[in-house]
């Protein structure tokens, strides 16, 4: 079986019209559909299609009504690494026979929905740079709007849904929760997390950036600080703590598993992170960020900046590249946008955080 239910009862267990939703793979691209999927339920049964590592996420989701249900996948979404994944998707998702399914960012699965997608009334499709697959059957194409959640949004304009303005946080109760249960892994009352990495390493900011603002946050900030990441990010992770004061710094890259890097999350006073997942997540549980970005833009990736949300960024005429034909093309020093990022630059910044989150504990 490729793709799975997560509940033992089908796909169709309601009266409500079914669609399902197919993004790209990263974390904040699912969380960053959480408005569209709130505002679908009004009239669908809506399932996001997700992979299956994301499987807690989409159960803490799921728990908390963030989401109806959703499908886990088994196969590659990457349509680089696994071709003819793309077409076994469409061909299984077209046995529980769509009212509708939404594709974004993905144009060769946009290419197999006309292949192997049957039985679906109707199939919508956008992209963040308007790439869209040639006329075909059933294949209706929106033009992007320059923000991703907007974009996702436009397909409940398309699909004729009133407009709602849904929950797209957890609850204060599970927050709570989840808060609480990342004190037995972490040895301060207060602390911050750092993450300086992201799954596009042309969006990261150099690690001696960070090394240097894990100096501020500590020395001048007083607080202490959690780094996390993936296991590929062990060795960096070393580089990065090299000549801190390591007392006041707790290393779980590689060590928390997605529940628990939520609920390191829940309990943090603030992150700093690149432009990630996350950001993301951090915003799920309702954490201040402050993000680090490059060629890609907030105004490009969240719906709502205001609240808890500071942003570094090196305010080129080049910057952001992200969707436009010069990508990555910079027109000087490669990626100077982030390259040459100071943390002295951003210390008042920091510490302004760190003042915030101590205020919140006293």
Known sequence: MIISSSTKSGVRTTGR???IFITYTGIGDLLMALPLLGRLRSYFRALPLIPRPYGELAQLLLQDDLLDDYLLTDEDLVFSRHPLGHLRICRTLSRFRPDAVIIYGKLMMAWAAQLGLAGAARVLYCHPEGRAPLAGRNVEVLPPTGNQVQDYLQFADS???PFTAPRVTLTDGLRGR???ASRSRIPWPSYVVVTPWSSDSSRDAPIAFFRECIDIIIQAGDLP???TGLAPHRNAAEELLDGLHRAQI???VGATSL?????ILAGARFLLANDSGNLHMAGLVGTPVIGVFGPTAPE???HNLSGGFMIIRDSLSCAPCAHTPWYLRCPGTYRQCLVELKASAVRELL????????GQVA
């Open 250 to 252: 707790l290393n779980l």
């Open 351 to 358: 510490l302004t955080a760190c003042r915030g989150a101590i």
């Open 17 to 19: 019209p079914l669609l």
């Open 300 to 302: 490009q990736r969240f």
């Open 159 to 161: 699909l004729g849904l």
């Open 178 to 180: 989840l808060a609480d």
């Open 259 to 263: 529940q628990q890097l939520v609920e």
């Open 225 to 227: 600080v959690v780094v």
